[in-house]
């Protein structure tokens, strides 16, 4: 069955295209200025998280007993990555939220 094209046409031409923002406009710009501050910063602390983990861990398989017995190299870079991956997430976010209460203090100033 399907959508005729005539009909897919008719309700394409009749949508409004003028909710979505346009590359140009400055709320678009900042967005993503903001979302590459983010990534950036994400990557950098995903870095240091995941090398700040990785001594204690490969330290502690290879010298306590029961680390060494239980915790097989899958499980060595599981601690390290999830400790990666987990800085990344948290300091993108903070950056995020950092963007939009930057954003909204100054929408807010502008209003008074």
């Not at 409004?16 to 990557?43: C, D, F, M, Q, Y």
Request: aromatic letters at 6%; one cysteine or more; proline letters at 5%.
């Amino acid at each position: 069955m399907g959508v005729p094209s005539e009909l897919r046409d008719a309700w394409a031409s009749r949508r409004k295209p003028s909710a979505i923002a346009s590359p140009n406009e400055p709320t678009a710009l900042h967005s993503k200025s903001s979302v590459r501050e983010a990534v950036r910063s994400g990557i950098k602390t995903a870095l240091i998280t995941g090398s700040v983990a990785a001594v204690p861990t490969l330290v502690g398989c290879r010298v306590i007993p029961w680390a060494k017995a239980n915790l097989n190299y899958t499980a060595q870079a599981l601690i390290i990555s999830s400790a990666s991956i987990a800085g990344f997430f948290i300091a993108a976010d903070q950056t995020i939220l950092e963007s939009a209460r930057e954003n909204s203090f100054q929408k807010y100033d502008k209003t008074t």
